[in-house]
């Protein structure tokens, strides 16, 4: 029983106790939450960085621009947009404004390069049409831009939150 109660079992130390796997699961379960948040933050925004952007992109191609101008044009608008909502309330990252910016725009290359390659080879090899290219070019850049945003951009706020959790998460 002084095994027992020490959280060892007979039959292997290196079983973890209730305690631990209690642990374990609540550190999960918080890991979701804030996971879920950033999910939930990162998709509302998106909505409103997403009708900015296409309002921007069928406008240019309403007046004649090519599918490719048109893209250009409205990510121009979603970079600036999404960096301002990513910053202040997706993340809610207090991180330096230029350190942060920087790896905004790498990030946002690599997407966008992610974005054009999509939209060019699809344009290519299908006949679905130029809207519904966007609209897959625009996935591609979408989950690509959150891993990217999530662990590199914002980094810098992710490492000072976990090692100062704020009490209300």
């Not at 960096?83 to 966008?112: H, M, P, Q, T």
């Amino acid at each position: 029983t002084a095994r027992l109660k020490a959280g060892r079992s007979t039959l292997s130390r290196a079983q973890p106790t209730l305690i631990d796997t209690d642990h374990h699961k609540a550190e999960v379960g918080a890991r979701w939450r804030t996971e879920s948040a950033y999910l939930a933050r990162y998709a509302g925004s998106g909505v409103l960085n997403t009708v900015a952007g296409f309002s921007v992109i069928f406008a240019l191609m309403g007046f004649g621009a090519p599918p490719l101008i048109a893209n250009i044009g409205g990510y121009a608008v979603g970079f600036v947009l999404g960096f301002v909502v990513s910053k202040s309330f997706v993340f809610r990252s207090n991180g330096k404004f230029v350190d942060e910016s920087l790896r905004y725009l790498i990030a946002f290359c690599i997407c966008f390069t992610l974005n054009l390659l999509t939209l060019s080879v699809v344009l290519s090899v299908s006949n679905i049409g130029a809207v519904l290219a966007q609209i897959m070019a625009a996935s591609v850049y979408t989950g690509s831009m959150y891993l990217l945003t999530r662990w590199y951009v914002f980094r810098d706020h992710q490492q000072r939150k976990a090692a100062y959790p704020p009490a209300s998460e």
